[in-house]
Every structure is written in C-alpha cells, then in structure tokens.
C-alpha cells in the first residue's frame, strides 16, 4: 500500500524552528487523539522534531498528515521538498528506531520521507477521524520556551514510566524468583517421592520373582511327588488287584456267597485306588508338559459304545438310566482317542455318582463357529446339583463340595479338573452350569477335524482305558441309542 493510499488531513509548510515546534506538537496530538500509549506519543512527537530539524531549510519543506484505514490503521506523516541533500543517516537512524517504519524515496523533481506508526487494537480509525482533524487544525505555534517546556514534561513523564516500568520488573522478578523457589522445592519432593516409589516397585518386583520363584519350585517338588507316590504306588495296587482277580476265579475250592461279596468289595476297592493313582500321574504329567497329545482316527460310536458298556456295570449305574447318542452314522474325527476316553468317562462317571435316581445322558454333534467347525459334547445329569458358589471351586484340584454332596460318595476331587486339563490340552474348552436339586450340565467343546477314511483304529489302548472294575457286574457295549438302567 502506498502513501497516496492514506486519508489526507493536514499539510503544514516547516520553514522556521517554530514550524519544527508546531510539527512536533501536531505529532503528539494525533497520536494521542489515536488513543496511542504515552511512550508511543514521544517517540512519534520525537521522531518528527528530529527530521524536521535535519530537513529545515530545504526547499518546499512540507509536512502532510494522513490516515490509512484499509488492512492495519495507521498514522502517515510524510515529508517532502525539492530535490537537493538526502536526510542525513543519523536522523534516519534515529527515526527508525523510535516509529514502527520509515521509508525515504526521491525522484528527478522531489524526495519523500515516509513515517508510519500503526493505531492501537480496538481504535477504529473513522470513530476518531473528526477528533483527529480537529486536533490538528488547533495546534497552536509554539515557542522555544514552549517546546522546551514539552520536551521536560515528555521527559519527566518518561522518566516516571521508566521507574514504574522498572519497579514493576523488579517485583514480577521477585514473583518469578518465588515461583522457581516453589518449583524447585516441588520438583525436589516429587523427585524424592519417585524414588523412594522406584525403590518400592524394585523391592515389590524382586519379591514376586522370588515367589514365582518358590511358586515354580513348589509346583514342581509337587509334580515330582505326584510322580514318586504314583509311580510306588502303582505296583502294589496292581499286585492287590491281579491277586483278587486270581481269587475270585473259579476253582476247585470255591467261594461261598459271603467270602465272594467280600473279595468283590477289594477288587472293587483296588481299581479305584488304581484309577487314582493314575490320575494322579496323568495330571503330574500334564501339569510338567510330560502329557503327549497323539491325534489319530477315531470311530466315536466305538468310544461311546465302549463307554456304555464300562459305566453301566458300575453300582451307581443301577439306579439310574443312562441315554447313550446312536452315533453310526457320525463320521469318524481326529483326536486323541485316550485322552476324549478319560474326559467323557470323567464327566459320566461325576454325574452317575451324584445322581441317585433320574437319568444321565450323552449328546454328541457339531457346531459351526465363526472359526470353523466344532465338537460337540453335553453330559446332562437329573443329580442333586452344583450351588452357584461352588461351580468354579470344583474345577480346583482335590476340592469337594462339602456337606450332603459328599457323603455316601467318596472322592479325591481330581475328575473334573483333570477334564478340563486334558479338553485344554486338545485346544478345547468346558464350561459347567448346574442348578441345585435339578441336575448339572456340561459342554465339552474341541475342535472337529474330519478324518480320511481308512481302516479301522486299533481300540487297544481305549479299552484300557474304560474297562470296568473286577468283580463287578459283566459289562455290555450298548446298541446305539439304547437306554441302560435297571
């Protein structure tokens, strides 16, 4: 933008001192009718005088006042005269450092000096146009004595500003002392604060790897228990067991009712025992990683048949009717065939022990998840049923529910924990939900892979798995879909 962009408002020919005197005069009252700041005054008042004093006695010496409004408001003076000396560098220097722009340019026929000093934020230029033109139309001609007496009273004013100014730096300095006194003393007591909690996160952090430490070391002196007491164990049930066998075959000397009832009762006796002990040594060797999960081909009508035919034999079998899924047609899966034995046969036996009359039953299927397809398992009881309380606490091993749950119906407490260790073990999941005197429910959920055909899996180690205790009632594999009860 250039000057001819400025409002005109008053041009004044500088030809004497006095001229020099009115222009600085002119100068403080426009910028006070601006509403600019004392110190903005006397710098523009100042600046004027200086220049004019250099430039008197050009030719054609003139001092024009205007007001640019467009963009940022400001205050232009600009000095013309006819070609000839330019300003000298000092009074230029001088106005530069006391107004916010100068600007000198000269042609063949004239030289302009350009003085420009914004108005102050909020002061719209139009509201003080009048008051401005008046204000310079008034400004009387002063005298040395005049201007003297200005420059002291600018002065003296500066000089009180100046030790205001100065006074209210020494106090925010006291201030800002203060508040790095504060900082300090905070930013040292959240330091010590931090440290001494860093010292207690070390020690807290060194005690649990020291727990973890014992914790590893008692789970693994337990597992190695585990293993010692089943492995010692194991030979002389097993010597209990094969003997009563032997005992209770017929032979030339026979057994009377009495003494085969009571023979029966220690085979029975043994083979839970044994069941025991290897339990206990299938979950020591899960827990320590020893378990090997083998996947092969299984007929799961085989398994449940087997199954059937196991339990049903068993006491408790008696009073209950046991539902069995016909599974024929069900194509053969991949799984581990010993372990899915142990889980149903776990599961079966839990809820043929605590239900005293009603049913127990099987359903197998598949479900279809977002993630594939699934095995289905549910194991449903009409038993005496879980309290809400406890229906997490027997996933915990050797915990038993205690009063009428228990009694007539002894237990280690290892069959459900060691099926959900072994359905986790085959990527799989059980959840239980019961509802006392209703009956529990179980879901088994492991993941269904159909396998090729082929030939017939070797069944072996399955029936290893699920025979049935000497001595009890000879065992039956079921038809399918047939019902087993008294």
């Not at 789970?219 to 293993?227: I, P, Y």
């Amino acid at each position: 933008m250039t000057t001819h962009d400025a409002r005109h408002l008053l041009t004044v020919p500088i030809d004497t001192v006095q001229d020099v005197f009115s222009l600085r005069r002119s100068g403080q009252e426009a910028a006070e009718a601006l509403r600019m700041e004392r110190r903005d005054q006397v710098r523009l008042a100042t600046a004027l005088s200086e220049l004019g004093r250099d430039r008197l006695g050009a030719t054609g010496l003139t001092a024009t006042f205007g007001l640019r409004e467009e963009g940022e408001p400001t205050l232009v003076v600009t000095f013309q005269w006819a070609s000839g000396t330019a300003p000298a560098p000092e009074a230029l220097e001088l106005a530069t450092r006391l107004v916010h722009r100068v600007r000198h340019t000269s042609d063949a026929s004239h030289n302009r000096l350009v003085l420009e000093q914004p108005v102050p934020e909020g002061v719209t230029p139009t509201d003080h146009r009048r008051g401005l033109r008046e204000a310079l139309r008034r400004t009387a001609p002063a005298t040395m004595a005049d201007e003297l007496r200005s420059q002291t009273r600018d002065l003296i004013a500066t000089l009180e500003e100046t030790r205001a100014q100065s006074e209210e730096l020494r106090r925010l300095n006291e201030e800002l002392e203060e508040t790095n006194r504060g900082v300090m003393a905070l930013y040292t007591e959240l330091s010590q604060e931090l440290e001494t909690t860093n010292s207690g996160v070390v020690a807290l952090h060194t005690e649990l790897e020291d727990k973890s430490r014992r914790l590893r070391e008692a789970s693994a002196a337990k597992t190695r228990f585990w293993t010692n007491v089943s492995h010692e164990l194991r030979t002389p049930v097993n010597s209990v067991v094969g003997l009563t066998r032997l005992l209770l075959e017929p032979g030339p000397a026979g057994l009377d009712e009495e003494q085969h009832r009571q023979l029966s009762m220690i085979a029975s006796s043994g083979q839970t025992l044994l069941s025991l002990v290897n339990d206990l040594l299938d979950v020591a060797k899960a827990e320590s990683g020893q378990l090997e999960v083998r996947r092969d081909t299984v007929d799961l009508h085989a398994l449940v048949g087997e199954l059937g035919g196991a339990l049903t034999g068993t006491p408790r079998a008696s009073h209950v009717v046991m539902k069995l899924p016909d599974l024929r047609g069900f194509p053969p899966v991949v799984t581990d065939e010993v372990l899915l034995t142990r889980i149903l046969r776990n599961l079966l036996s839990n809820s043929l022990k605590f239900t005293e009359k009603g049913e127990v039953g099987l359903t197998v299927g598949e479900v279809q998840e977002p993630d594939g397809p699934w095995l289905a398992f549910t194991v449903t009881d009409s038993g005496i049923g879980i309290p809400e309380a406890e229906q997490q606490r027997v996933f915990e091993e050797f915990y038993q529910v205690r009063g009428r749950h228990q009694r007539g119906r002894p237990g280690s407490g290892l069959g459900l924990p060691y099926a959900r260790t072994l359905t986790e073990l085959l990527g799989g999941s059980l959840v239980l939900t019961s509802t006392p005197g209703q009956g529990t429910r179980v879901d088994l959920r492991l993941p269904h892979t159909a396998a090729d055909p082929g030939p017939e899996p070797c069944r072996t180690t399955l029936l290893a798995a699920v025979r049935p205790a000497p001595g009890t009632p000879a065992a039956h594999r079921p038809d399918g879909g047939r019902e087993h009860g008294p």
